[in-house]
């Protein structure tokens, strides 16, 4: 079955206690991308990449990183959450590379951090 | 200024009506246009997508593109209970980037 999958799917942590968050698709999509969502805002992107080892920032990056060492794999690294990282996050994946395409979702991680 | 706008909503229609959802986007340059379905705690799925000035019908939803007025829209024909929603405008080829721009979502209500 084609799928994005995202792992956790909750998680709870401190502030400052460094996390990643997994994303993993098998239709061997090149662009891959992470949005946070928050009530009221939508989805805003954090960072995405057109393929192995190719990464940009999206519109909110800051207090992110993020890594494209293999087609399938774009994990999400908070290395110092705060508070304000509080959010829903999904990862998307598209084939083509390109703005024209269709982005499939995860099913999204719902962070706290306390 | 935000780069994509909706009516939050939420927008009541009863069933069978028809609803119609707007969206307006600020980059001129922008060249793909896309209209997801969010179920509450569910990831956004796509209905539909417009890159031409027009209209586009897929079954009972029609989505409608006006670059001139940079405004596109969803019409949702005999709207069902199921239709109950939130729907994501969401742009994409704003110049010079390979962003994709969400608007905030419209909350959709189809009373039976």
């Known amino acids: 079955e084609a799928q994005v999958t995202q792992n956790p799917r909750y998680l709870i942590t401190v502030t400052g206690k460094k996390l990643t968050v997994t994303c993993s698709q098998n239709m061997n999509h090149e662009y891959m991308s992470w949005y946070r969502q928050d009530p009221g805002l939508g989805l805003r992107q954090i960072y995405y990449?057109?393929?192995?080892?190719?990464?940009d920032k999206g519109d909110v990056p800051e207090g992110y990183k993020v890594s494209r060492k293999e087609k399938r794999n774009f994990p999400l690294i908070l290395e110092s959450p705060s508070p304000n990282q509080t959010s829903l996050y999904f990862c998307?994946?598209?084939?083509?590379?390109?703005?024209?395409?269709?982005?499939?979702f995860g099913p999204g991680t719902r962070l706290t951090v306390l | 200024q935000k780069e994509v706008e909706q009516n939050s909503g939420p927008l009541s229609v009863p069933e069978g009506a028809i609803a119609s959802l707007n969206c307006t986007y600020s980059d001129r340059g922008s060249q793909s246009f896309f209209w997801y379905r969010q179920y509450s705690g569910k990831s956004p799925e796509l209905i539909m997508f417009?890159?031409?000035?027009g209209d586009k019908e897929d079954g009972r939803f029609t989505a409608q593109l006006n670059k001139a007025s940079q405004y596109v829209s969803l019409l949702i024909r005999d709207s069902q209970p199921s239709d109950s929603a939130t729907y994501l405008c969401a742009v994409g080829g704003q110049t010079g980037g390979f962003k994709t721009i969400f608007g905030a979502g419209t909350r959709l209500f189809v009373k039976a």
């Open positions: 990449s057109m393929n192995v080892e190719v990464t």
């Open positions: 998307a994946s598209s084939s083509a590379g390109t703005y024209t395409d269709t982005q499939y």
């Open positions: 417009i890159y031409s000035n």
